[in-house]
C-alpha cells in the first residue's frame, strides 16, 4: 500500500468527531453522577436499585476512559504519521499509521461495549416501573 498525506488526512474529520461524540457521552454520564449524588447525599433519596446503578455508573466510566485513551493514542498516531511522512520515513509511517487505526478500532469496540452498558443501566432504571407494554 502506498501511503502518502491524503491517506492520513481521511481520518482528521473522523478522530475529533469520534472524540467528541465520546466527550458528550462522557459529559451526560458525569452530570447523572452528580445528580445522583446529589440526591443521594443532600436529599437522603435512596433509589430502590441504587447499589446495582452504582456499579453500572462505575463501569461505564472505566469503557469511556478506555475509549477515550485509545480515540487520543489514534489522534496521535495520525500526526505522527504525518511527521514520517513529513520525514520521508515511509515504512515508518505505515507503521505508526497502522497503529492509528488500530488504535481507532479497538476506541470504537470499547465504545460499543460501554452502549451496551448503558443499555443495561437503563433497562435497570426502568425496572422499578412495573408496566406491561405488550
Known amino acids: 500500500m ?4 491524503t491517506v492520513t488526512a481521511l481520518m482528521f474529520p ?3 468527531l469520534l472524540m467528541s461524540v465520546y466527550s458528550n457521552r462522557f459529559h ?5 453522577i452528580r445528580q445522583l449524588h446529589d440526591e443521594h447525599v443532600y436529599e ?3 433509589p430502590p436499585e441504587w447499589k446495582k446503578q452504582f456499579i453500572n455508573l462505575s ?3 472505566v469503557l469511556l476512559k478506555w475509549t477515550i485513551m485509545f480515540a487520543a493514542f489514534g489522534f ?3 500526526m505522527l504519521t504525518v511527521f514520517a511522512l513529513y ?3 515511509i515504512f ?3 507503521l505508526i499509521f497502522g497503529s492509528c487505526c488500530l488504535s481507532m478500532m479497538i476506541s470504537i469496540v470499547v465504545f460499543m461495549r460501554e452502549i451496551q452498558v448503558s443499555t443495561n443501566a437503563l433497562k435497570l432504571h426502568m425496572s422499578d416501573m412495573d408496566v406491561n407494554l405488550d
Open 44 to 46: 437522603n433519596h435512596i
Open 2 to 5: 502506498n501511503i502518502d498525506y
Open 59 to 61: 463501569g461505564r466510566i
Open 92 to 94: 515508518a509511517a505505515r
Open 14 to 16: 473522523a478522530i475529533p
Open 87 to 89: 520525514l520521508n520515513e
Open 28 to 32: 451526560s454520564l458525569s452530570k447523572l
Open 76 to 78: 496521535l498516531f495520525n
